[in-house]
């Protein structure tokens, strides 16, 4: 996940608060899903939709989140923006490692020990989706491998989806999903700092002209010139 760090941005729209009659407005089934998921195609851009127990989250690239998410956000804007409650709905936008560790503690079991594992259904569903529909980038699919796999972990190593917990037993369990969250985030910049390491040690590509040198027998001049340059022949300087 070499670029996944700096290229990846996450809209979160919070439906915890919602009245049921907007909750029923701003989630989205699976129909919806699929087609923003076409839109964005069309448009060429990454988009991956996490509809969670009480979010909706949405994943696209920063070169791609307009394209993916001004078309999607507009359509709830005027379906909603006369229901009550409306204006107190709270949007969270992340970009980044941010983004990385909001889905990240999700999969775990941390975002709400109330619903304990029951995101990673979300994020692998959110996942066959964009990949069915070609919306899944390089970097989207492998932040979603990254999130399974805390999820299977989260899941053999804890309790947090045992049938019939309690809210407390829930919180005690939350500390070793904790610990399974931040093994998985240290590996994930381990590896993001190997691949800006490995990049930045390729050395740089060499001149096929070496230096001019003022001594250089039969030539008294090289000229430098750039082979994209604009400039007519009689500006460009020669020297």
Avoid at 136 to 149: G, K, P, R
Wanted: aromatic share 6%; charged share 25%; hydrophobic share 40%.
């Amino acid at each position: 996940m070499a670029t996944a760090g700096t290229t990846l941005h996450l809209l979160s729209i919070d439906l915890h608060s919602a009245p049921n009659s907007l909750r029923a407005v701003l989630e989205l089934d699976p129909d919806d899903v699929e087609h923003w998921l076409e839109r964005a195609r069309a448009a060429g851009a990454p988009l991956a939709i996490v509809c969670g127990p009480d979010s909706v989250d949405l994943y696209s690239s920063d070169a791609g989140r307009r394209a993916a998410f001004k078309p999607l956000l507009e359509s709830l804007w005027s379906l909603g923006r006369n229901l009550e409650g409306f204006e107190r709905i709270r949007t969270r936008e992340a970009a980044g490692h941010a983004a990385v560790r909001h889905m990240l503690r999700q999969a775990a079991g941390l975002e709400s020990t109330e619903h304990g594992l029951s995101y990673s259904s979300a994020i692998q569903s959110a996942c066959t989706q964009a990949r069915r529909f070609r919306t899944l980038s390089d970097d989207l699919s492998e932040l979603f491998s990254l999130a399974l796999s805390t999820a299977d972990r989260s899941e053999s190593e804890t309790a947090l989806s045992a049938p019939h917990s309690t809210r407390a037993s829930r919180q005690i369990e939350a500390l070793g999903a904790e610990r399974i969250y931040e093994e998985q985030l240290i590996a994930f910049q381990l590896a993001a700092a190997n691949d800006e390491a490995a990049r930045s040690s390729v050395p740089a590509p060499r001149s096929s002209l070496p230096p001019y040198a003022a001594d250089e027998p039969g030539s008294c001049m090289r000229l430098r010139i750039s082979p994209f340059s604009l400039l007519p022949l009689s500006e460009r300087k020669t020297s």
